[in-house]
């Protein structure tokens, strides 16, 4: 029995789970053929699994179907919301259970002449049934009493495994959505390994900073010392790095024991061409490409690594050179310029 619970906790993939279960709950209770059904009427979700898998009873499922309701557990349950593990012996008789349709329909083609099963009702809407099925009607009391003490572990499984697919979900969503906005994150340890990275976080470093060979995900040093420099702040200016018409920023933020490193590139500074005209510096150029993203003068400045007055007044000349009113209409220009 121990080893039965165990080995369903085990079990960290929800995809997974019926199969598991079933594997561990045969150890137990041995049968001819068991089954797993879950209904989830919230998600839309119908999930039938046989064990040993019986590839032809996809034709048979429907005819069960129609004769749902001559089951009496099924029926048990539904009426009372009493989950524990019921034979249909405790109901029928063989004579009453062989005059059924669902047992000519269903239970015939697989030598069912009992069936042990139990139900858990997960939330509203959302039910898993258990079933064990024999050639003969020889299941005792103590295959009862097993099923019934393993029942509620069956059911916290269960949770802790959508728990941790939910967790699994999250993540996933997380990680592409920082990778489709260019921005990604690398967790260090507190010598300065790296824990984990979000997809693509660490290729965006090498294009910016050489990063050593090595079996395992690595920094470069010069990297490395400046997140583990502790007279540092969240608030401080970033780490930049430049390179042709792009730029990587990466700011630092310490989460308990980690540091986590928040890189963020941008590659919008694409050399204006269609605006020469202008006559406008590279300077001027490289602050209209940051204005034409809607950047503050206070990000330009961080970014550019210049005063906030530098850069207002960059922003005066562009404006005086694009002969415009406000930093909005060079954007328009600009953005139509590198569309």
């Known amino acids: 029995m121990l080893a039965c619970i165990e080995g369903i906790y085990r079990c960290r993939a929800l995809e997974d789970f019926p199969r598991e279960v079933l594997h561990h709950l045969r150890k137990i209770v041995a049968c001819d ?3 797993y059904n879950e209904v989830n009427m919230t998600r ?19 005819r069960f179907g129609q004769h749902m309701h001559e089951h009496p557990v099924i029926n048990y349950f539904n009426e009372t919301g009493d989950g524990q593990a019921l034979k249909i012996s405790d109901f029928l008789t063989a004579r009453e ?9 269903f239970y015939r083609h697989i030598q069912a002449e009992d069936q042990l099963s139990f139900a ?13 099925n024999r050639h003969e009607r020889t299941f005792t009391e103590k295959d009862r009493i097993r099923l019934n003490l393993v029942r509620p572990h069956v059911i916290q499984a269960y949770l802790h495994a959508a728990e941790l697919a939910g967790h699994s979900e999250h993540k996933s969503d997380l990680e592409a959505a920082l990778h489709r906005s260019g921005v990604g994150v690398i967790a260090l340890d507190r010598t300065g390994g790296v824990l984990h990275a979000t997809p693509g976080a660490l290729d965006c470093v090498s294009r910016y900073i050489p ?7 690595v920094l470069p040093d010069v990297l490395v010392q400046w997140a583990l420099h502790k007279n540092g702040s969240e608030n401080e200016t970033p780490y930049i790095v430049s390179r042709e018409q792009s730029r990587l920023s990466i700011r630092r933020v310490r989460n308990e024991d980690r540091m986590l490193l928040l890189l963020s590139e941008d590659t ?15 300077r001027e150029k490289e602050v209209l490409g940051w204005v034409a993203q809607g950047k503050s003068n206070s990000e330009i400045a961080t970014i550019l690594d210049l ?8 922003v005066e000349r562009i404006l005086v050179k694009m002969e415009v009113e406000n930093r909005t209409a060079a954007a328009l220009i600009a953005r139509g310029a590198m569309a």
């Open 44 to 62: 839309k979700r119908l999930v039938v699994v046989f064990d040993p898998p019986r590839e032809d009873l996809g034709p048979l499922l429907e």
């Open 97 to 105: 259970y062989h005059s059924k349709g669902i047992y000519s329909d």
């Open 307 to 314: 005063t906030l007055g530098t850069v207002k007044l960059h």
């Open 211 to 217: 990063v050593p060979e090595s079996s395992s995900p």
């Open 268 to 282: 919008g500074i694409a050399d204006i061409k269609h605006l020469e005209r202008y006559r406008l510096t590279p």
């Open 33 to 35: 053929l068991s089954g």
């Open 120 to 132: 858990v009702r997960v939330e509203s809407g959302f039910m898993i049934g258990i079933a064990f």
